[in-house]
């Protein structure tokens, strides 16, 4: 089943953000190449693709995984949520209708 991941940036984390990116991104990619990956992105403070210094307010994954359980935990073992980017996530199932 997919599910959504939404993280929530902690006020503050741009810099740690960009320090534990490389490892955050080694785990979507470990998804991706096992197929699982739907989308993932991060979503920018101020209405640009490049946001700067101003940063993010967190960031969205849709992905395949056997379970809630599972889902919740691969999310918890996050880079982002380890190093106190995200001071929350938000786990749910996701039914994909469009496209």
């Known amino acids: 089943m997919l599910y959504m991941i939404l993280g929530e940036d902690a006020p503050g984390a741009l810099d740690q953000r960009l320090a534990v990116r490389p490892a955050h ?12 990956l739907i989308l993932a992105g991060p ?17 969205l994954i ?9 889902a919740q935990a691969w999310a918890e ?3 982002y949520v380890t190093a106190g980017v995200f001071a929350g996530i938000t786990v ?3 039914r994909k209708t469009l496209p």
């Open 25 to 36: 991104l080694r785990r979507i990619e470990d998804l991706k190449r096992e197929g699982r």
């Open 43 to 59: 979503c920018p403070a101020i209405d640009s693709p490049d946001p700067g210094p101003a940063g993010f307010t967190g960031s």
């Open 62 to 70: 849709v992905a395949e995984f056997p379970s809630l359980a599972d």
């Open 77 to 79: 073992a996050d880079p």
């Open 92 to 94: 749910k199932p996701f």
